[in-house]
């Protein structure tokens, strides 16, 4: 009986592990879609990216929610000329069908005579799962400097 | 048997509404706690209410991890002059023993001068359920201007 319970308990830490495996691949995708989104100039592909009711919460602007407001802000950002963003996750936590990622960001953004300059950040995301899909449900970074 | 299922749907509801409701009381608390800790310059009372592995992502410096790393951050923090902390909760998500708070802060950083300047934000706190307390998990921030 006990080894049965052994047996059992390796099979559900396996299906916890491979589960944990799959939002981790699913969300470094959703990750990969929203800077090919954004190096595209794609607003409404990055805004479709989020849930519905998902808030971002960007350093120097108030704080968007719902995906018109999401949309409208990185087209702004993109017509400001930002360009060449990359995102690297440092660590993703798995709660159910909620996950929280902490990463590095880093962005190109004109100077004043509109020399591209590089800016490197942090961010955290709250991940939520609807339906088959990982999408962005909270969203806050700020600048190393 | 119906009627039974009603019955105990609504107690069930009920109950979820209660545990919400008291990780919310005891969230509200535990931001008072951290206000009062700010407030009278003991940056090792803030550390507490971190959980052991926690990370903050402070804007304009580098993110630090475990509580002594954000002892120090916020002793220096102190240090530097910062006054007034208060926090405001806007939305409040538990899902088991996470939770996540969007909310709005505000601070009076010395200028150049040393006169405090008011500085407004916004900020994202992943909150665990640590035994019975929620304690501060992952705590980002970027101001408004």
Do not use: C
Not at 53 to 68: E, H, S
């Amino acid at each position: 009986m006990k080894k049965l319970f052994l047996v059992f308990s390796f099979f559900l830490a396996l299906a916890a592990s491979a589960q944990a495996q799959s939002s981790k691949t699913a969300i470094d995708q959703a990750n990969r879609n929203w800077i090919t989104a954004f190096n595209k100039g794609d607003a409404a592909a990055i805004a479709r990216l989020y849930t519905e009711q998902a808030t971002i919460l960007p350093p120097g602007a108030p704080m968007a929610k719902g995906r018109a407001a999401i949309e409208k802000f990185w087209q702004g950002a993109i017509q400001n000329g930002i360009k060449n963003a990359a995102l690297q996750t440092l660590n993703l936590e798995q709660h159910g069908r909620l996950a929280r990622e902490i990463g590095r960001y880093s962005l190109d953004v004109p100077d004043a005579e509109k020399k591209l300059v590089r800016v490197e950040g942090k961010y955290v995301v709250i991940w939520k799962k609807i339906g088959p899909a990982w999408m962005l449900d909270t969203d806050i970074w700020n600048a190393d400097k």
